[in-house]
């Protein structure tokens, strides 16, 4: 959400320039030598909003609220004498006024001292000539990192004095008057970085400035500031916010994203100062906290160019001082100990390059990046940079060639409105490149992450990195930019980085993310990486899965468009529709009475908007509704606000501004308190807004603890242990950690010693590294597969096919043949039918060998493995049970399970080197011991309709429930960039978790979307933008499938939301409508695109669980009965539990109607069976079918003809296993018994009728795909 309170456009506007009293002795003075020494400034005029206030109400009570676009802020007095006014012209010579002193009010954050200074940063001189009007801009941050903007605008007056009526120089009477000049410079401090936009309105304003007489002087600036401060600032998204400044038309951007800054300035300024190699020099100089100074003889670069590099950085953040314009009287700000960004005028550049040293100098109008302390600066990592050079290649960057081809436009506003729609465009394009570069720097970060224990494994970082690029890496890991971004990675900040990085992964990564085998180079990256024309090594540690895709580097670099640029890389689209909102014309004079008509007429415009806007585009309502709530908010309407602020966390949370809702509400008075809490949705609202406000200042300023990973200095008991190789990254699963403390307190007490954990721990990263310097023959890879890994070689060993090393990937045991490489594959471990330990005659000797038997071969392959042979004895047994348990399951974890106990067991071995270490690596034997021990044969009926297995849970330490699957099927049409048009799996998981599964490969396509933190009771896609998930916190989550986000949330519930219906009518005004249930019996009946309440009722019921529409009526299953009832909520019939079942204290469970067949299927949760009614007579008999071990029924679904049935099912053991029925609704018999999971079947849903796809208890936690007969 966003939580920054929204204010207007202007925060105050400062008047600076010297003062008239000054200006009388200045020119005395130059009629002694003739010259005038430089001038000191003072601030002449402050305002701040409010500038308008009604004073009392009618009835006589004082108005709590300031019409003005700006937040409550604490302000301090500004006292400034004014003595007799500069006469700017000689019309006004005549005029004079009284001085007068007079207290101003200021905003706390503005350093007027510093201002006065940053305002003229070279000095001011009262000149002979007339300068140009020039502008530049100005940071000014707090102790707090929190940031204002100003556009400053210099303009130059010619100054005479009248005394007596006689115009007199120097106290010489004269009839030729001869012209002095000063200058005087306006400032518009905002919130926001709008430099474009404000620097416009300034060059309107002087327009009107240079003819205003002196008397009208201050009341005119007041005015004009008082104007900015009615603009309201637009929300995210692709609404804009149009006002009119006579003769421009001005335009105020929003931004891209909430978690974005405004860009309101030309990103392409960079690369035509600088070359690329050069900017990337820039940024690495950021990223690793150097001193930076920005020289440049035009003061308005200075700002420009720095905060362009502030954003393509994002998200990181720079956390040193920012400067970006030092005036001269500031120059010893350089020699501040700590890094920063400051910026200065090039006529300093001696004096910095002398003072101080260890800095990096960025010449802005030389085009030059130098280093005062090191001959070269360090670049950004090599891949990174190849790529960001190729990007940068065809960016078009010159709006001149925009315009070869296109008509002259006769109105300015007209040239303008172009102009902004091409830097729109390529600030975009801009924005996606340099976000791609920070992705490929970083994108590794995750896999060394420990979310639980929030832990960096910077060491094994590091030692995945190309060597070339360690010396920038380890900088950029000490530095308070990249702890700050590592924190919002441990906190799963869903940001733009986040989006990018997921979109950039590869296949290959994808399912990698899905298995929990150690990180080991694939085929398919070998095969790329190996390329001599990508530029990389051996060593497979980097970030980049796309970098080197021939789709990519091999596009003919001139042939490529802007737009194709960015469907390539990007995750904004600049061809995205924009939005434009006019603002009415600003009122004339400042009176409380025509501001609230101007507000009125505001309020207006946007009701006609929101009137107009079509369902469909929810995103644009949104923004309507929350800027009307905006202007409600300002003007005093408190409620109205609240009700818009209501309907905006309807449409889209995401911009819901929390905090300025907190604060209308706390400022309520008792009777609009009152009124609004008559309203039940309002009442709701506030009570949500201060849970939420409550929760928020619950949670830790700092976002949470980083810790580095670091070995043990004593002693480790289990749980000490389990925590450490969490931490490690090694393993995560808690069964296979406590059989690894067994295996290392082998013969000692129940604890492990440091030095075994050290040794065992670098013997693992040793292996894990050796593999990665693996370097394999073509010939070899050819016989691989893309995502095959060699995970274990052996030393040079005589065997039945030759000398040579057996090489162990996941699937297959092969020979890499010595002298000429070679490949001879041994088997596949699916092939082996048995292994056991030999000897071989060599001399006098019986050396050790290792025999394998396999189907496909009548010989046995023999290997003399000598002193290796117990340990690949004992491996290749526990990969051949997990081989066989994958197959007959289905399930490929267990492979990787057995792969990670194989490595485990090599790594034990290794780190005790003692007699015991094959006893001890034999504890990690799990697959082999659970074949000899307990042979799991998967019944052949569920082995053939078993197609496929997948792990939600492989991101935690212990599998969580699968509460709800929904399958949402692919879009024709729709593209990658708008969220793919593959058919989706979306799986709710434990705490309001959602995982988002390609369908077509069954790969995770996101990462986790969070929707509140309470179980999910049911899911239901409305249409192609609209995923409904039901909450146990009564609230209604709309997911977008596109875009995979969850910005809107219904509230009209009560209690916990468990049911949806869908019904698709011919109705004139609303063809769809949705139905929604929750456990107090409680219908609404929804408006899908208005997302609206058009009906409300209550079924009286025990715990209503489920509905469904059949034949116009609503039916409603609860625990006590099935419910038929009409549209407007009557009651039209009921069916009650069976007699033989009516002291049940579960009830129903689940419930399907059959339209063709008119039946009523219905199953019970403390009973095996499920019975039919017909439901034309639903007295008659019922038709009952016993489902065999099965203690209870949890959900049903029906597929083509048939039901399948998920259940509780009962082992020998009396444990509870999930059991899966599939009914023949015809012959009303069971046509298939299914041992689907080793805990109850939680919920299943169908895959266009072809697929049937199961979710189980937390003891399993995992997704079976079953095939539909």
């Known amino acids: ?45 402050v305002h701040a909003p409010p500038f308008v206030k009604r004073e009392s109400s009618s009835d006589g009570l004082e108005s709590s609220h300031a019409p003005a676009f700006s937040r409550a802020q604490k302000r301090r007095s500004f006292k400034k004498k004014r003595e007799r006014p500069i006469s700017f012209n000689s019309d006004s010579a005549s005029q004079s006024a009284v001085a007068t002193s007079e207290d101003l009010s200021v905003p706390q954050n503005i350093d007027l001292m510093a201002l006065q200074q940053l305002c003229f940063p070279d000095g001011l001189r009262i000149t002979n000539e007339s300068r140009e009007d020039s502008y530049h801009f100005l940071v000014f941050t707090d102790v707090f990192g929190n940031q204002t903007h100003g556009v400053v605008a210099q303009y130059c007056k010619p100054v005479q004095f009248n005394q007596d009526g006689v115009m007199h120089l120097n106290g010489n009477r004269s009839s030729k008057l001869p012209r002095l000049y000063t200058t005087y410079s306006i400032c518009i401090i905002s919130r926001y970085p709008y430099y474009n936009a404000l620097r416009d309105c300034l060059s309107c304003f002087l327009l009107q400035l240079k003819t205003v007489r002196m008397s009208e002087f201050e009341e005119t600036v007041k005015e004009f500031s008082a104007k900015l401060a009615l603009v309201p600032i637009p929300p995210p998204g692709q609404l804009h916010v149009v006002f009119n400044l006579r003769p421009l038309a001005i335009e105020l951007p929003s931004r891209l994203d909430a ?143 925009e315009l070869c081809n296109s008509s002259t436009h006769t109105d300015i506003n007209d040239v303008r409105a172009h102009r902004r729609r091409w830097q729109h465009t ?26 639980e224990h929030r832990v960096f494994n910077s060491e094994e970082f590091l030692r995945s990195r190309e060597p070339e690029d360690l010396n920038i890496y380890k900088k950029v890991l000490d530095t308070h ?34 298995t929990e085998s150690p990180r080991r180079p694939t085929v398919e990256e070998i095969r790329k990486f190996s390329r001599p024309e990508n530029g990389l090594n051996k060593r497979l540690g980097m970030s980049m899965p796309n970098l080197a895709d021939d789709r990519v580097l091999n596009t003919p670099v001139r042939q490529m468009s802007m737009k194709a640029m960015f469907s390539q890389c990007g995750t904004w689209n600049p061809s995205r529709s924009i939005k434009t909102f006019n603002l009415p014309e600003f009122p004339p004079p400042l009176a409380f009475q025509y501001v609230q008509n101007y507000y009125s007429d ?136 406590h059989r690894l403390f067994d295996a290392l307190t082998v013969g000692q007490q129940k604890q492990v010693d440091p030095e075994i954990f050290c040794f065992f721990y670098n013997f693992w990263k040793e292996t894990e590294a050796a593999a990665q310097d693996v370097e394999l023959p073509a010939v070899v890879l050819e016989h691989m597969e893309s995502n095959e890994c060699v995970y274990k070689l052996s030393s040079s060993v005589k065997t039945s096919h030759g000398v040579g090393k057996i090489a162990m990937t996941q699937r297959r045991l092969f020979l890499l043949t ?93 780190s005790l080197q003692t007699q015991k270490a094959i006893y001890a690596a034999s504890k990690l034997s799990y697959f082999d011991k659970m074949k000899s021990d307990v042979p799991m044969m998967v019944p052949k009926t569920t082995s053939e309709t078993l197609k496929h297995k997948i792990n939600p849970s492989l991101d935690v330490t212990s599998p969580q429930a699968v509460d709800v699957l929904c399958y949402t099927p692919g879009q024709l049409g729709v593209s990658d960039l708008d969220g793919g048009g593959n058919p989706k799996l979306w799986c709710a998981m434990a705490n309001g978790k959602v995982l988002v599964f390609d369908a077509t490969s069954w790969s995770m396509q996101h990462s986790s979307v969070q929707v509140g933190t309470s179980r999910l009771n049911c899911m239901l896609a409305v249409n192609s933008q609209q995923l409904w998930i039901g909450s146990q916190d009564s609230i209604i989550y709309i997911i977008n499938p596109r875009s995979t986000s969850c910005n809107k949330h219904l509230t009209e519930h009560r209690m916990a939301v468990t049911g949806f219906a869908l019904e698709e009518r011919a109705d004139k005004f609303s063809q769809t409508v949705a139905y929604s249930c929750s456990t107090d019996g409680s219908v609404i009946v929804w408006d899908v695109f208005m997302l609206q309440v058009k009906r409300q009722f209550r079924v009286s019921c025990d715990g209503m669980c ?145 697929y049937v796809l199961s979710g189980a208890a937390q003891d399993d936690g995992k997704i079976g795909i079953w095939k539909v007969e």
């Open 818 to 910: 010595e002298g000429r490489p070679g490949y001879v594959e041994i088997t596949k471990f699916r092939d082996i039918e048995d292994v056991k330990l030999s000897s071989a005659a060599f001399l006098l000797l019986r050396i050790p060998s290792l025999k394998i038997k396999t189907s496909l071969r009548k010989e046995t392959f023999e290997a003399n493995l000598k002193s290796e042979c117990d340990l690949w004895h004992m491996m290749i047994k526990e990969m051949w049970a997990g081989r066989k348990m994958a197959d007959e399951h289905k399930d490929p974890q267990f492979m990787d399970q057995a792969l990670t106990n194989a490595l485990l067991m090599d790594a034990v071995v290794g």
């Open 481 to 514: 930019i990249f702890h700050s971004f590592l924190r919002d990675r441990l906190n799963k900040r869903d940001d733009a980085f986040t989006r990018m990085e997921m979109s950039h992964r590869s296949e290959t990564r994808r399912l990698r993310a899905m």
């Open 426 to 451: 390529l600030n975009t394009v801009i924005m996606n490149v340099t976000m791609e570069l920070i992705v490929n720097i970083f994108s590794d970060v995750h896999e060394f992450l420990n979310y």
């Open 1106 to 1250: 489920s509905i469904q529409i059949h034949d116009g009526m609503l039916w409603c299953c609860a625990r006590d009965g099935l419910t038929e009832v009409r549209r407007n909520g009557a009651v039209n019939r009921k069916v009650s539990l069976p007699v033989h079942l009516s002291s049940s204290p579960g009830g129903f469970s689940s419930f399907l109607l059959f339209n063709e067949s008119e039946q009523l299927w219905a199953g019970f949760a403390d009973a095996g069976e499920i019975c039919m009614w017909h439901c034309r007579d639903v007295s008659r008999p019922i038709i009952r079918i016993q489902l065999k071990d099965c203690a209870g029924v949890v959900c049903m679904i029906k597929v083509k003809k048939q039901i399948w049935v998920g259940c509780r099912g009962r082992s020998a053991a009396g444990k509870s296993r999930g059991k899966i029925y599939v009914v023949n609704t015809e012959r009303c018999t069971v046509e298939k018994e299914l041992i689907a999971h080793a805990d109850c079947v939680q919920t299943l849903c169908s895959a266009e009728d072809r």
């Open 259 to 401: 978690d974005r800054p405004v860009v309101d300035l030309d990103l392409h300024l960079p690369f035509l100062c600088f070359q690329p190699q050069q900017i990337l020099q820039i940024i690495s100089s950021l990223l690793m906290e150097h001193r930076l100074v920005f020289l440049s003889t035009d003061w308005s670069k200075l700002t420009l160019m720095a905060e362009c590099f502030m954003i393509f950085i994002h998200p990181l953040r720079w956390q040193h001082p920012y400067v970006p314009v030092l005036s001269r009287q500031m120059l010893d700000f350089i020699m501040a100990p700590t890094a920063y960004l400051m910026g200065c005028h090039t006529f300093h550049f001696d004096d910095v390059t002398e003072e101080i040293e260890d800095l990096v100098l960025i010449d802005i109008d030389q085009g030059t990046v130098i280093s005062s302390h090191t001959p070269e600066l360090l670049d950004v990592p090599q891949a990174a940079k190849n790529c960001f050079l190729f990007r940068c290649q065809d960016l078009q960057l010159h709006y001149d060639l």
């Open 602 to 737: 505001l309020i207006s415009r946007l009701t006609k908007a929101i009137a107009m806007a079509t369902p469909d585009d929810s995103a644009l309502l949104a923004r309507y509704h929350y800027l009307r709530g905006l202007v409600n908010s300002v003007a005093g309407r408190r409620v109205d606000a609240l009700g818009d602020f209501q309907s905006l966390y309807k449409t889209d949370v995401d911009i819901f501004p929390s905090q300025l809702v907190n604060t209308l509400v706390d400022s309520l008075p008792v009777e609009e308190r009152q009124s609004a809490e008559r309203r039940t949705e309002l009442k709701r609202l506030i009570s949500r807004v201060k849970r939420d406000n409550e929760r928020e200042r619950a949670r830790p300023l700092d976002g949470g603890t980083i810790k580095r990973f670091e070995l043990p200095k004593k002693h480790l008991h289990l749980d000490d242990f389990v925590r450490r190789v969490q931490e490690s990254g090694i393993v995560k699963d808690l069964g296979t950690i």
């Open 1 to 45: 959400m966003v939580d920054t309170i929204p204010s207007g456009l202007l925060e105050a506007c400062v008047v600076v320039g010297v003062s008239d009293e000054h200006l009388t002795e200045l020119c005395q003075l130059q009629g002694k030598d003739g010259e005038l020494p430089p001038v000191e400034v003072e601030v002449l005029q």
